[in-house]
Structures are given as structure tokens and as C-alpha cells.
């Protein structure tokens, strides 16, 4: 009990000595001197493994200390958002997804504009249309340093093309696929041979043909274009459907993932690099039947992420020079190493470890480098904060056609009156 | 008992000493409350706080970021003139008539066998029935999400097949997708009740029965005449509690439906849900509670002026 005591006396010593020398610091207001303690609170979300660059970082700045802390993706931004919002709570840096990003910029003042911190002077290490996701519209306000990205490409079962007599070589499927006509036609072989569809998902047949638009659900000045940028790839994947060349799971349920180890369909247009994972963990029997190549007429990007600092923080040179240090491409490429993020920094796109890395399961193919071309041919997109509200109700529309087999056009229509309803209330 | 009250008495007559009693007798109080304190604290910061919030937000537009902007009741004529805040409501409704009420039904029957001298190991029974409540939601809505799969291999999908009909989509069509969420919210509250139940038959002097056996009464008329008479206070309070729980059904369809909101399974909580941390528009999610609360008012108010008139 004693001994209990003396250690809470201690501790509360301790802790008022670092609140003395904190408002030292304040009062001096000069750079702070590299011996001065500095706590930083770091909150991520999913598998980033940065607890070993952390360490890292730590022992060549023993004044810093990174307290690291992990959480599901949407339990992390709700927390973020909440103590946003109240004014109180929020770390020191802040991992925000890019899906969420549009939502957290309308709040801009209550993080640090990293454009104050030198960020302009990293920006060159960074992809050009990774780095304007993290800036406003006009560019003035920097608001996150980018981490990995999710450039797309497809997958494809090379079991299911060979039955359908086509071929199975990345180049050669490549090069039959040159445009999303060939597609259709490729899909129409495949029904005819096999009897299987050439994608189970609508999603991510329409994902792929979106992300290849200059522009998706809003312009610049928020307003909804859907109907000129995202029609047309709606059809075309309704289409699909009606003809049954696409089938009807939804991501993330059971038959999707235990479609991908049975095989009951031949491509995976639009998938990301993290998706390999995902594929291995639904199907880990099916090594050496998957592979990967190109999508027609170009790639997109889905998913990735950005480390920012909100305002609470008292430390936001530390804080940015952590930041710049992990998101640096030599960090990057030992987060790729290590956990599979995909840098966001073209540098690393040369190195030849990078560039050589194979994977087995995928049939042996370079993956690092087929997504790295995908990475450079990405075309920068204002998503707009109420982007998620958009990709729901078209999802919604899609999977009414699939599964209640109704008509595109109605459904297409119900979908735009119930995405301006929402975005009317704000 | 009376020491205490002639010292009173006699402090009384001294108006010095009835000053110091009335500090006693309130630092009695004072501590008193400070005894209770904890609780109405904790109250009022996470019930209360929150509750007149909302009523504020009401009628407010804020997106939880930036400035609140007084629009008056604009937020209810949104509301109200949402084709799908009624499509969520008589979701909820449907929900509460397949879920709710023949888990009352079913209680009542399973309540009355565990109470029934002829069964053995009846701990275990009461133990198995009631387990369901103590699982954690998530995880059943998990476990029922596969079994109500929407390939032909699902579970529910087989045991239709075997009557011959054609597989559904349970995740998808109208009919399918509530009576999953209502089977979950079924199996998973069914066994609350029944111990409910199970408490106000044990309550039912035996002494009734025995009458009624020497008077030659059947089964039937000892349900009739003694059990279900005896158990009406019991049932009043297990249809109050299960239709304010039913009209705030939330984490089944959450997950069920997941972050598609899909309008077959929306129910109200899961509308306001979405307005709010979906969508940022906290007016209208703070207005739909408000309705919300405001049905449940009547609805209780119903419950218990058709509760007194049965009782009279």
C-alpha cells in the first residue's frame, strides 16, 4: 500500500513537471529545444503494423513519444468526428480514410493547415492526384499527408477462362481486352462455355467503369452530375446483369467470399491492392488459380489513406515531422514490405526489391509493378462529402436490378430522388 | 424512539437549538442526496443532457461541425413528408406484429410447461431458455445473417426447399429481410419474457388450484379462470416493455442491412441513425427522435387506459 503511494506521488510529480515544462515551452515560444518531452497521441485505424516504424522513429528522437493507438475503421472516425465536434479529445495526428476525408475538410479550421509546416516541400515525393485528396478544392489548405493508396486492377480465375477457351497470360488476356466492348464480348464467351458469369458483383463492375470518369458524382462546386459522368457506366453494368453476365452478390457477405474460392465466376474487374488479402482469406485453397492484369481502358483507385493534425494539438512541429518521416518513401516501402500498404510515393516505384516482388498465389505475377502502372494512370476526382450517400443509392439501384430483376431505368430514377432528398436536408 | 423526541421537544423551547437542529436535519438531507447523487449526475449528463439536446437540435439545421441555424419545425415537415420515415415506420410495425407478439404467445406457453410439475432437470430448461438474452446482439445478427443467406445453400433456403418452394433473398426482398430480423428479435427475447412469465405464474398461490381441482375443474378452465386472470399485470408489463423495445429496434437490422440502408429493412431508430452519422443532418435525426418519442407516448398511453379498462 505504501509503496502503491509513493508511486502515485510519484507519478503525479512527473506529470506536473511535464505540464511545468509544457507551459515553459509556451511561454519561451521559440523552436522548441530537442531535449524537451513531447507526447504524441496517434490514432490509426486497420492493420498499418506502424508500431515497428514508430520504435523507430523513437530511438532516433528520444524526445519524442508516440503513443499509438488502433482501431476499426469506423468506430476510429467516429471518434474523431465526436471529439471534433466537441472540441475536446482529438490526438495529435489522426489517420482519416479517404472516403471520409470530404467530410472531415468541411472542418478544416479545426486542423492545422500542414501547408504552414513545410508541407509544400514533400510534396513532390507524392502520386499528384494522392495529394490533391488531401487538400481543398482550391489547393490553399493542406489538410493530410498522404499514406498508401488502393490502385485497382482485375483478377481473374484462371481455371474458369481456360474452360472457356480463352486465354489465361496476363498479356495475352490483356491484350484481348483492350476496351469494355471486348469485355462484354469476353463475357458473353464465357456464359456461353462455362454457363458461369465473368463477375459476380455489380459493384465492382460499376466501380471500375466510374473510376475511369474525370468526374464522378459532384463537380467541383458540389453540384450533382451523375446523370452526364456515371450513367453510362450504370447501364452498361445493368446490362450486364439483365443478360446475365454479371451475377448478384453484394461485397462483404459469406457467398462473396466463398464465390471467390469456388470459382463460380471468372474476372474481378476494379479490385485493389489490398484485395489481395481479402481473395487469400476467402480463398486460401485457391492459390495459383488467380491471377491478375489490366482493366480495360484504365485503372482507378479505392481506398488509402491520410495522416492529419487536428488543432487540439500542442505539438504540431513534432507532429508534422513524424508525419513527413512516416510518409516518406523509404517508410512507405517498409510498410509495403511489412503489412502490404501500397506507397503513395512514385520513388519507390523504381526500386528493384519493389518492382521484384511476386506473389505465388497469383499465379507468380509481378504484383508490386502491375499496381504501381495502375497507381501512375489514376485520374485525380473530386469526391465531395456526400459522395457515400451517391455510391449507396446507385448501389441500392443495382442490386434491385439483380435481385428483384427490376427495371434499370425506374430504378436509376428512384435512386437519384432519394440521393436529392438526402443531400437536400444538410 | 421517544428520548429522541422530548430532546427535540425540549430544543425547541431554545430558538438557538432549533436553528442548530434544522442544520442537522439538513446535513441528514445533504447527505442523504449526496448518497444518491451518482446516479442523477451520471443522469444528467448522459440521459438528460442529451435528451433536452436533442429537443434543441430539433429544431435546429447542423451538420456537427459548424454553426446551428434555426429553421423552426422545417425539420418535422421533412420529416413527416418522407415517403420513407412512413416506409420505416410501418416497417417497425410489421416487425413488432412478427416479432413481438408471438414471442408474448409463445412465453406464456413455454412459461407455463417450465412451471408444470412434470418436468425433469427444469433448471436447465429455464438456464437454455433464457441464454438467447445474455448472447451479445452482434454476434446472433452474424450467426442469423448466415443462416438467412440469400444463395440456395443458406440454411432457410434449404428448409423451404424442402417444401418445394425457391429459394429467397432474404437480404434483399421486402418480406424476406423482416421476417429475418423478426425471427432474430423472436429467438432472442422470447426466453426474457418467458422468465417474466415464469415469475408471475410461481407467484399464483397453489392454494387456487387445489380449489379449483376439488371443485372438478379442467386444465382448460384452471388456465382460464385462475392462470391467465392471475397473470394480467405480468402481461401488461410484458406488452408495455416489449412494444417501447420493439419500436426502437436498431442493431438487428443495422446489421442485417448494414450500411446499404436498404428501405425493406429500415426501422425508425436506423432512419434517424443514418440522417444523423450517415448523412450529418442532425436536425432532422434529432426531429425524427422527437416523433418517434412522441409515438411512443400514445402508444403507451393506449396500453394502459386498454389495460385499466380491462382491469375494471
Request: net charge negative; hydrophobic share 40%; aromatic share 12%.
Amino acid at each position: 500500500m505504501k509503496k502503491f503511494v509513493s508511486m502515485l506521488t510519484a507519478g503525479a510529480l512527473a506529470l506536473s513537471l511535464v505540464g511545468c515544462s509544457d507551459s515553459n515551452e509556451k511561454a519561451s515560444s521559440g523552436k522548441s529545444g530537442s531535449d524537451e518531452k513531447v507526447t504524441l497521441d496517434f490514432w490509426v485505424f486497420g492493420s498499418t503494423g506502424y508500431q515497428k516504424l514508430i520504435d523507430e522513429y523513437q530511438k532516433d528522437h528520444p524526445n519524442v513519444k508516440i503513443k499509438l493507438n488502433e482501431g476499426e475503421l469506423n468506430d476510429m472516425h467516429n471518434n474523431l468526428f465526436t471529439s471534433i465536434s466537441a472540441g475536446s479529445g482529438a490526438p495529435d495526428i489522426a489517420m482519416i480514410e479517404v472516403s471520409q476525408m470530404e467530410k472531415f475538410k468541411e472542418a478544416s479550421e479545426r486542423f492545422y493547415n500542414l501547408k504552414e509546416y513545410g508541407a509544400d516541400e514533400y510534396e513532390k515525393n507524392f502520386l499528384d492526384w494522392k495529394w490533391q485528396q488531401g487538400q481543398s478544392v482550391d489547393g490553399s489548405f493542406q489538410m493530410g499527408f498522404p499514406t498508401d493508396i488502393g490502385p485497382t486492377a482485375m483478377f481473374y480465375r484462371t481455371d474458369v477462362l481456360e474452360a472457356a477457351g480463352l486465354p489465361t497470360k496476363p498479356e495475352e488476356l490483356s491484350a484481348k481486352l483492350n476496351t469494355w466492348e471486348d469485355f462484354y464480348e469476353m463475357a458473353k464467351t464465357v456464359k456461353e462455355k462455362t454457363g458461369k458469369p465473368m463477375s459476380d458483383s455489380p459493384e465492382l463492375v460499376f466501380n471500375a467503369l466510374r473510376d475511369q470518369q474525370s468526374e464522378h458524382y459532384f463537380n467541383e462546386k458540389d453540384e450533382l452530375i451523375i446523370q452526364e459522368s456515371v450513367k453510362d457506366a450504370y447501364d452498361y453494368t445493368a446490362k450486364m446483369i439483365q443478360e446475365g453476365l454479371v451475377g448478384k452478390n453484394s461485397l462483404w457477405t459469406p457467398e462473396w467470399g466463398s464465390a471467390m474460392a469456388d470459382g463460380s465466376y471468372a474476372v474481378m474487374p476494379g479490385a485493389p491492392a489490398w484485395m489481395m488479402g481479402v481473395v487469400k482469406g476467402n480463398a486460401p485453397d485457391a492459390g495459383g488459380k488467380w491471377s491478375l492484369t489490366n482493366i480495360p481502358e484504365g485503372a482507378g483507385n479505392w481506398g488509402g489513406s491520410f495522416l492529419t493534425v487536428p488543432k487540439e494539438s500542442k505539438h504540431p512541429e513534432e507532429a508534422v515531422e513524424f508525419i513527413s518521416w512516416l510518409t516518406s518513401p523509404e517508410s512507405q516501402l517498409k510498410s509495403f514490405n511489412d503489412m502490404g500498404l501500397f506507397p503513395s510515393t512514385p520513388d519507390v516505384y523504381e526500386n528493384e526489391d519493389f518492382l521484384g516482388t511476386t506473389d505465388e498465389y497469383f499465379s507468380g505475377q509481378p504484383t508490386a509493378k502491375i499496381f504501381a502502372e495502375a497507381a501512375k494512370s489514376v485520374k485525380p476526382v473530386y469526391m465531395g462529402k456526400n459522395y457515400a450517400i451517391v455510391n449507396t443509392e446507385i448501389l441500392t439501384a443495382l442490386t434491385n436490378v439483380a435481385t428483384k430483376k427490376a427495371d434499370p431505368e425506374k430504378e436509376w430514377n428512384k435512386a437519384v430522388e432519394r440521393i436529392e432528398k438526402q443531400i437536400g436536408r444538410q | 424512539m421517544t428520548g429522541v423526541n422530548t430532546e427535540k421537544a425540549s430544543l425547541k423551547k431554545n430558538p438557538l437549538g432549533t436553528k442548530r437542529s434544522f442544520t442537522e436535519k439538513k446535513k441528514e438531507a445533504l447527505a442523504g442526496y449526496l448518497y444518491i447523487s451518482p446516479f442523477f449526475i451520471l443522469f444528467a449528463i448522459f440521459g438528460l443532457f442529451p435528451i433536452l439536446f436533442s429537443f434543441y437540435l430539433g429544431f435546429h439545421k447542423w451538420n456537427g461541425f459548424g454553426e446551428m441555424e434555426y429553421v423552426g419545425f422545417k425539420n418535422f415537415n421533412l420529416i413527416l413528408s418522407d415517403p420513407l420515415f412512413w416506409k420505416s415506420l410501418s416497417n417497425t410495425m410489421i416487425m413488432w406484429i412478427l416479432g413481438t407478439l408471438p414471442q408474448l404467445l409463445i412465453g406464456i406457453i413455454l412459461a407455463y410447461a417450465l412451471n408444470a410439475a412434470i418436468i425433469k432437470y427444469k433448471s436447465i430448461f429455464r438456464v437454455s431458455v433464457f441464454m438467447p438474452y445474455v448472447t451479445s446482439t452482434v454476434a446472433v445478427a452474424i450467426v442469423f445473417g448466415i443462416m438467412f443467406n440469400d444463395q440456395p445453400f443458406g440454411l432457410f433456403n434449404i428448409i423451404i426447399g424442402w417444401f418445394g418452394m425457391d429459394p429467397i433473398n432474404w437480404t434483399t426482398s421486402d418480406w424476406g429481410l423482416k421476417i429475418a430480423i423478426s425471427t432474430m428479435v423472436f429467438w432472442r427475447w422470447v426466453g426474457y419474457n418467458t422468465i417474466i412469465y415464469l415469475a408471475g405464474l410461481q407467484a399464483i398461490p397453489s392454494e387456487l388450484y387445489e380449489a379449483a381441482t376439488i371443485d372438478g375443474a379442467s386444465t382448460r378452465q384452471k388456465i382460464q379462470y385462475i392462470t391467465i386472470p392471475m397473470l394480467k399485470p405480468i402481461i401488461i408489463l410484458t406488452v408495455f416493455t416489449s412494444t417501447i423495445g420493439a419500436l426502437q429496434l436498431f442493431t438487428e437490422p443495422l446489421i442485417m442491412v448494414g450500411r446499404t440502408y436498404r428501405e425493406e429493412g429500415l426501422t425508425v431508430v436506423l432512419y434517424l441513425y443514418r440522417e444523423a452519422f450517415n448523412n450529418m443532418a442532425f436536425g432532422t435525426a434529432s426531429a425524427t427522435a422527437i416523433i418517434l418519442f412522441l409515438i411512443i407516448v400514445v402508444l403507451s398511453s393506449i396500453n394502459v387506459f386498454i389495460a385499466n379498462r380491462i382491469g375494471k
